[in-house]
């Protein structure tokens, strides 16, 4: 866990951090399926 710090001072909870993280590793899925404009570039042929 390299969040430790965020946990000093009270200032994140442990829940907040493991939402926050969940909640973007959605967005990482939903980029990942998807084809990135230069792969469709280089590998759509017309």
């Known amino acids: 866990n390299d ?3 965020l ?3 009270e200032v ?3 829940d907040v951090i ?3 993280l969940d909640w ?3 967005e990482v ?3 990942d399926s998807r ?3 230069h792969e469709f ?3 759509y042929h017309y």
């Open 12 to 14: 994140f909870t442990k």
């Open 3 to 5: 969040h430790e710090f």
């Open 24 to 26: 973007k590793m959605e």
């Open 29 to 31: 899925r939903a980029i």
């Open 41 to 43: 570039e280089l590998y």
């Open 35 to 37: 084809p990135h404009p």
């Open 7 to 9: 946990l000093k001072g």
């Open 18 to 20: 493991e939402y926050w």
